[in-house]
């Protein structure tokens, strides 16, 4: 099995910066790509920004030019850097590591709450 852990959410005013951070630890054997994902109250999980393997990155529109994802191979880590934080940023943030090679598997971390107050 798979721990994930995320940390690093708080409370920020509109306009400031986080930096949320996870690791996965137990059987990370193989080669994952690692999502951020958010849902906010009343809402459906959505992808914020995905990096695979090899350090190709994919994210929402809305949060495209604001947020960066980085990864460290060597250390099973994952660094989501959210700048100008809006309002609608308001979520709990998880973060996932799918298992793509050499057998699939899905984990996920409990979450972690960032709120953005206007």
């Known amino acids: 099995q798979v721990q994930v852990v995320e940390s690093g959410g708080g409370l920020v005013q509109a306009g400031g910066s986080l930096k949320l951070s996870c690791v996965a630890s137990?059987?990370?054997?193989?080669?994952?790509?690692i999502g951020w994902y958010r849902q906010a109250p009343g809402k459906q999980r959505e992808l914020v920004a995905d990096?695979?393997?090899?350090?190709?990155?994919t994210y929402a529109d809305s949060v495209k030019a604001r947020f960066t994802i980085s990864r460290d191979n060597t250390k099973n880590t994952s660094d989501l850097e959210m700048n100008s934080l809006k309002p609608e940023d308001t979520a709990v943030y998880y973060c996932?590591?799918?298992?793509?090679?050499?057998?699939?598997?899905?984990?996920w971390g409990h979450g972690t709450q960032v709120t953005v107050s206007s």
């Open positions: 996932n590591f799918r298992r793509t090679f050499p057998v699939r598997g899905d984990y």
């Open positions: 137990g059987s990370t054997f193989g080669m994952f790509t």
């Open positions: 990096i695979t393997y090899d350090k190709r990155t």
